[in-house]
């Protein structure tokens, strides 16, 4: 048996005495963390031991176990500190808590019970595991969600313990308690307002947790609120209203002006893209950038001013949208020459202004009347006297159109006269436009009306010589191409008649007169006359052409043949060359004959 176990046995058995053989006890209370040292009590004086006893009997401390935090001083006969004492550690969450301890004396065997209770001091501040929680709350949330707590631990007990909580600021959120089966605290924090990420996206907290000791300790916890975004904001344009101006017959692709709007919201929520509410060919606005440009064709004459309406979505589900009205105005642009009301220019008609020879000098002969469809200065017209048949005898006011006469009307002033007249805009350039203007000089309406037929005629006359110009070239120009065409084709045609005529495979037959001797002996013509035979593809069209005599080419045959072989020979070489003509001897007796000839 083993030593440590004797003495367990040893101990067990002075317990059981001593319960049955307890000569006192006495009770302690101490506070906890005291000091090594530190009385705890004069346990003689408390049991009414005499020191010598406790010297005598030898006296000391049993506790049962290895801890020993009080020792006992037998020279002074008082119990103290040894070693620090720490509640918390000893005893928990406890309570009472205490040391229970015997004193024990020899000769003879005395026991003495001891208790010394343990207070608890406020050391120990309320803590979190965590110094800082975060939250994901979306700004969508109602009011009245809740949101767990982490609960704070005290080690210390009692008034020392864990009391309070405290959340600042509470301007979003609010601190509920609620107390559990087990004495401890469910610690909430409610949402009292609704959240708006877009003011505030973060909001920091402080959860401060109190005991009730004296001094008051604390503990905190810093809590983290992420407000996630919803698409709870449409987009906002940058202008209440977009005004532009663009100059007409602007090509294509200018940019006109430019949208822009933004959204408060966060990720694809505030993504805007941008669309015209209705359809049209002049504009193109881009979806992503707000740019609006032309791709039309547009007319200050006909339209002066566009209005429409721009929306802005955004990307969210479902997405929100807003509109904006965008007005362009076109700036005229100097495109449209001055158009000419009066006097009247027609083809079937001419108007004449009449003149008395009695006018005086500033007589209103008439006015040119003319428009221009521009605006601004564009449209500002001046008249100017171009050409007239008596320049000094008539003027054009520069900005009314009057023509009047600007001196006295004498016998020698031309009846006919003709003003032309130039009509100009103020535009940069310029544009104008011309009139003619004619006007008798005369007092009676037979004079007038000679004039006037003569007016007529030079009018006529002028248009139809370039009718007649037209045509003529018209005509010689249809001539021209035809004589090229008949041309070619002759020379076509007689060079295909050649070729043919050259590679005919029939035979030649040619005739002797029957004076004519050779080795057949079948000519009876005399050899008077030579005659040359054209022959073409068709022998029944044959032609006989005559020529000069030609009795020297005549041959008479010898006994013994060799001329006539010859002129055989000669009459075959002359036969076998292409367009060559055969020539042979005739007589008058054979003229008839060869005139009736058919090939």
Not at 49 to 71: M, P, Q, V, W
Not at 219 to 243: R, S
């Amino acid at each position: 048996m083993s030593d440590r176990t004797m003495t367990r046995q040893v101990l067990l058995f002075i317990s059981v005495l001593s319960l049955s053989s307890v000569h006192g006890q006495v009770s302690y209370s101490i506070p906890e963390e005291m000091a090594k040292g530190s009385l705890v009590g004069n346990i003689a004086q408390d049991l009414g031991l005499d020191i010598k006893r406790l010297k005598s009997g030898k006296a000391r401390i049993y506790t049962g176990d290895s801890a020993e935090y009080i020792e006992l001083n037998k020279e002074r006969g008082v119990l103290l500190i040894k070693e620090r004492i720490d509640r918390e550690a000893l005893c928990g969450q406890t309570t009472p808590c205490a040391l229970h301890f015997q004193i024990i004396l020899e000769n003879p065997m005395e026991f003495f019970r001891v208790t010394v209770e343990i207070t608890d001091v406020n050391d120990n501040s309320p803590s979190f595991k965590k110094n800082e929680r975060r939250f994901e709350i979306s700004e969508t949330a109602v009011t009245g969600s809740t949101f767990m707590l982490e609960r704070a631990m005290d080690p210390d007990v009692d008034v020392n313990g864990l009391q309070s909580y405290i959340l600042q600021p509470t301007a979003n959120f609010q601190l509920k308690l609620k107390n559990q089966p087990d004495g401890s605290k469910k610690v909430e924090m409610v949402l009292q307002k609704p959240l708006d990420r877009e003011k505030q996206e973060q909001i920091s907290l402080v959860l401060t947790a109190l005991d009730g000791g004296e001094p008051q300790l604390s503990g905190t916890v810093h809590i983290h609120v992420i407000v996630l975004d919803a698409n709870d904001n449409a987009p906002i344009f940058t202008q209440e209203i977009y005004k532009a101006t663009v100059v007409e017959n602007s090509p294509k692709g200018t940019l006109m002006t430019k949208v822009s709007a933004s959204d408060a919201d966060k990720g694809s929520n505030s993504l805007v893209s941008y669309s015209l509410s209705s359809s049209t060919d002049l504009f193109e606005l881009d979806s992503d950038s707000g740019e609006l440009r032309l791709i039309g064709q547009i007319d200050y004459e006909k339209i002066k001013d566009f209005q429409f309406r721009v929306k802005a979505q955004d990307g969210g589900s479902p997405p929100l949208s807003s509109n904006v009205t965008v007005k362009i105005m076109i700036q005229d642009q100097n495109d449209n020459a001055p158009q000419v009301l009066y006097p009247v220019q027609t083809s079937s008609s001419l108007v004449a202004e009449m003149v008395p020879r009695s006018a005086d000098v500033g007589y209103l002969v008439t006015k040119v009347v003319a428009v221009d469809v521009d605006s601004g200065q564009n449209a500002w017209l001046s008249y100017k006297l171009q050409k007239a048949t008596d320049r000094a005898l008539f003027e054009v006011g520069l900005q009314n159109g009057e023509i009047r006469t600007i001196r006295q009307v004498n016998d020698k002033d031309a009846v006919k006269q003709r003003l032309t007249v130039v009509v100009e805009d103020n535009g940069q350039p310029s544009r104008s436009a011309t009139v003619n203007v004619n006007v008798a000089v005369a007092d009676s309406f037979p004079e007038v009306l000679s004039e006037f037929t003569d007016f007529t005629h030079d009018k006529e006359y002028n248009d139809n010589l370039t009718l007649y110009l037209v045509l003529a070239l018209a005509v010689v120009s249809f001539l021209f191409i035809t004589c090229l065409v008949v041309i070619i084709s002759v020379k076509i045609y007689r060079w295909r008649q050649s070729r043919i005529l050259y590679h005919s495979n029939l035979p030649v037959i040619p005739y002797y007169p029957p004076r004519y001797a050779d080795t057949l002996g079948t000519g009876t013509l005399q050899h008077v006359y030579n005659y040359e035979v054209s022959r073409t593809t068709d022998s029944r069209k044959s032609d006989c052409q005559f020529t000069r005599p030609c009795s020297q080419n005549v041959l008479t045959m010898d006994p013994s043949s060799t001329g006539t072989m010859q002129r055989m020979q000669n009459e075959k070489n002359i036969l076998d060359e292409p367009d060559s003509p055969i020539e042979v001897g005739v007589n008058e007796n054979d003229l008839c004959y060869l005139l009736n000839c058919s090939w």
